[in-house]
């Protein structure tokens, strides 16, 4: 009886797990005749991935901070500067920022007690938007090829913290997407 009572016990376990499983995994990606992969530096440093850490300091109680400079480059993969070299300077570059925190005044708290605090970004050598802060999400911006050729000054952003009425920590995150036509 006991054994019976155990294995309904772990069928319906198992059933459950399976009633759950119901959340969706993505999977993202493009196909390009060239690819090219940049990633995020700050101060001409990378720690090498695609993920990077922009630090921006403490700001006071509805003030704002230093504007941050940061760049994407590409990569030291093998063979990625080739790749790179061979985009046509007739194309266009894209990025294209996307994320649940932008929110009309630039990137929003993911987490922290700062609530009302935010990110602006701002690209500084683009084609199109120059100078202009990223307030919501997909916002894009064009920039020409030659900037992520060999020599090339990257694609450059910065990035300035504004403090809101409630003092604390703040962290956010936003995706970058980038595209070469």
Excluded: R
């Excluded at 797990?17 to 440093?45: K, L, Y």
């Amino acid at each position: 009886m006991k054994k019976s009572i155990l294995a309904t016990v772990v069928a319906l376990g198992l059933v459950s797990g399976m009633a759950h499983a119901a959340d969706e995994v993505q999977f993202v990606g493009s196909v390009t005749s060239t690819t090219c992969e940049i990633i995020p530096s700050v101060n001409g440093v990378n720690n090498g991935a695609a993920q990077e850490v922009i630090q921006l300091g403490a700001v006071k109680v509805n003030g704002q901070g230093n504007a941050v400079d940061f760049v994407f480059k590409p990569s030291a993969a093998a063979d990625n500067a080739t790749n790179c070299d061979a985009m046509l300077d007739t194309g266009v570059v894209t990025m294209t920022w996307t994320g649940n925190y932008f929110n009309g005044n630039g990137l929003g708290i993911a987490t922290g007690a700062a609530k009302d605090a935010y990110v602006e970004i701002k690209p500084v050598n683009a084609k199109t938007n120059n100078g202009t802060a990223i307030l919501t999400s997909a916002t894009s911006n064009e920039f020409e090829p030659a900037k992520l050729k060999t020599g090339g000054e990257g694609l450059k952003y910065t990035a300035q913290l504004f403090g809101g009425a409630t003092p604390g920590d703040f962290q956010t995150a936003a995706k970058f997407n980038f595209s070469y036509k």
